[in-house]
C-alpha cells in the first residue's frame, strides 16, 4: 500500500474528520460570566431593556392590528351599504 493510498483510506473511513472534531472539542470554551460588578449592572439592564422592547413592539403590533380590523371592517360595511 502506497502512502497516498493509506491516506485516501484514512480519509474515505472517517479517521481524518474524527481526528478534526476532536481537535476542535478539546479548544476551551468562552467565558461568559461578568467579570466585574460594572458588567453585571450593564447585563443586567440590557436584559431588562430587551423585555421593555418586547412589550412595546407587543403593543405596537397589537394596535396595527386593531386599525387593519377597522379599515377593513369600514370597507365591509361600505361595501354592503350600510354605512
Known amino acids: 500500500m502506497t502512502a497516498s493510498h493509506h491516506d485516501r483510506e484514512s480519509i474515505r473511513d472517517g479517521t481524518v474528520l474524527r481526528?478534526?472534531?476532536g481537535e476542535?472539542?478539546?479548544?476551551k470554551s468562552v467565558d461568559v460570566q461578568p467579570?466585574?460588578?460594572?458588567e453585571a449592572i450593564t447585563r443586567q439592564m440590557v436584559i431588562d431593556l430587551t423585555a421593555e422592547i418586547h412589550s412595546v413592539r407587543t403593543r405596537i403590533d397589537s394596535l396595527f392590528s386593531v386599525v387593519v380590523g377597522?379599515?377593513?371592517?369600514?370597507l365591509l360595511l361600505r361595501l354592503a351599504g350600510l354605512s
Open 19 to 21: 481526528q478534526i472534531i
Open 24 to 27: 476542535r472539542s478539546e479548544a
Open 35 to 38: 467579570a466585574s460588578v460594572y
Open 70 to 74: 377597522a379599515i377593513l371592517l369600514d
